[in-house]
């Protein structure tokens, strides 16, 4: 399997609501990676996972939550948020560390904050 | 932190002309040099890397070209196609992350 995985494809959410995001990959990478990205923009980081734990907080407001149960698995949890986090949130991963290897995105999840 | 530009931010192109895109970056710690396609609504996707002990890489119709020197490196595609049309990230890898340009939209015309 050389694919990331991630559900859900969309999301709508209130401001009040807490909702999970979740990414899988099988292919035994050691880091994985969440990005944010909005509309004609780069992908922007947010949080490195390394050999399961967090190495990296972009200093991401706490609404975002982040958690890795296991070598495969990663979610983002999300609760209270505004409408200008609306956009679309990329999962990556890689099979080393840090910024020199090749990370290998899933489809994203497109998220709405009403 | 670093810092990556990347021109132009749009690029039209004829079908069968090149196109080229070209990345500046500030840390020179930084020896990772990937390059991203990111079609309408889908997933940004490599496409070509590079590392910094290499000056130039090619796979078909498409080439990256470094100048560690310089720090700037560049994305070369001939004979374009219209499924070529996307937006493009180059990318500079440290030690500790990735760090994305600001895209360019290129437009294959017929």
């Known amino acids: 399997d050389t694919e990331v995985t991630q559900t859900p494809k969309h999301l709508v959410m209130g401001m009040t609501n807490k909702k999970s995001l979740k990414c899988e990959q099988h292919?035994?990478?050691?880091?994985m990676y969440w990005y944010k990205q909005k509309a004609k923009k780069p992908p922007e980081l947010m949080f490195v996972?390394?050999?399961?734990?967090?190495?990296i907080n972009e200093s991401v407001p706490s609404r975002f939550s982040p958690e890795c149960p296991n070598s495969s698995l990663l979610n983002l949890h999300l609760h209270a948020l505004q409408p200008e986090d609306s956009a679309l949130y990329l999962c990556?991963?890689?099979?080393?560390?840090?910024?020199?290897?090749?990370?290998?995105f899933g489809p994203g999840t497109r998220l709405l904050v009403l | 932190g670093e810092n990556v530009e990347q021109h132009p931010s749009t690029l039209s192109v004829q079908e069968g002309d090149s196109a080229v895109i070209k990345c500046t970056y500030s840390?020179?710690?930084?020896?990772?040099f990937p390059w991203y396609k990111q079609e309408l609504g889908k997933r940004p996707q490599l496409i070509i890397d590079?590392?910094?002990?290499?000056g130039e890489k090619k796979d078909q119709r498409i080439a990256v070209t470094l100048n560690k020197t310089a720090k700037h490196f560049s994305l070369h595609i001939t004979e374009t196609q219209p499924e070529d049309s996307a937006v493009y990230f180059c990318?500079?890898?440290?030690?500790?992350?990735?760090?994305f340009g600001t895209g360019t939209r290129l437009q294959v015309t017929l």
């Open positions: 990556a991963s890689s099979q080393g560390t840090g910024g020199r290897e090749t990370q290998y």
């Open positions: 292919m035994g990478h050691r880091a």
């Open positions: 996972y390394s050999y399961e734990k967090l190495s």
């Open positions: 840390d020179s710690a930084s020896n990772y």
């Open positions: 590079i590392r910094s002990n290499v």
């Open positions: 990318g500079t890898g440290t030690a500790s992350k990735l760090t």
